[in-house]
């Protein structure tokens, strides 16, 4: 049950596009379409942006995206705004258990 | 309105017991699998257990196997965490939340649990 990997920060200018990896094994981000991304904004509870890869929930804007390559899932948002600036965290399904990425802070510049 | 309110945190000593409850609303909540997922300070999310709609089936992370149990109340609308023989490295904010599938949909605003001497 280990940590899926993230990098620690990731930083842009408004309007820029970024990308946040998160690379699992085949045990779980590679063998299951179930990955999940959530902000986290300081003292406040996760809000889930992104499902199942690549579906974003009603009231997400479209500005943020997921997709997958093998063990690796992706969480791009274009279009930086302020409001972005926060703590995302990947997560993926690994079959009757569920395992986190550490976390990567997004600056907003 | 979905809404998930936690309570029960604190501080407690190790080797001591804590129960969380985590009251549900604005949803069918017999419908749903329930989770609870912490985070410790300055540090990241970690899932803990989960349980199916009817109570059936448990599932729980390895380092509280043994050591929680969770169980619901669909009567009630209530899930809880009951915890025991607290170790230092349980301490964080515990969250209840809501499973839609495989995902997390819904979150609570959390409760601490502090364990310390």
């Known amino acids: 049950q280990s940590a899926l990997t993230q990098p620690r920060s990731v930083s842009g200018s408004p309007g820029q596009s970024v990308t946040i990896s998160c690379t699992g094994t085949s045990s779980d981000v590679g063998g299951y379409n179930y990955v999940s991304w959530y902000q986290q904004h300081p003292g406040k509870a996760p809000k889930l942006m992104i499902y199942?890869?690549?579906k974003r929930p009603s009231g997400v804007p479209d500005r943020f995206s997921g997709s997958k390559s093998g063990n690796t899932a992706s969480l791009t948002i274009s279009g930086l705004q302020a409001e972005d600036e926060a703590d995302y965290y990947c997560?993926?399904?690994?079959?009757?258990?569920?395992?986190f990425g550490g976390g990567t802070k997004l600056t907003v510049l | 309105e979905v809404q998930l309110v936690e309570s029960g945190g604190g501080l407690v000593q190790p080797g001591g017991s804590l129960r969380l409850s985590c009251a549900a609303s604005g949803f069918t909540f017999s419908s749903y699998w329930m989770s609870w997922v912490r985070q410790a300070p300055g540090k990241g999310l970690e899932w803990v257990a989960n349980i199916k709609q009817d109570g059936s089936e448990k599932y729980y992370v390895d380092s509280v196997k043994g050591r929680f149990t969770i169980s619901r109340d669909n009567a009630k609308n209530s899930l809880y965490l009951q915890m025991n023989s607290l170790r230092a490295e349980d301490t964080a904010v515990y969250y209840c939340?809501?499973?839609?599938?495989?995902?997390?949909?819904?979150w609570g605003q959390g409760t601490l649990v502090t364990v310390s001497s």
């Open positions: 939340a809501r499973q839609y599938e495989a995902n997390f949909d819904y």
């Open positions: 997560c993926s399904y690994a079959g009757s258990y569920w395992v």
């Open positions: 199942d890869v690549s």
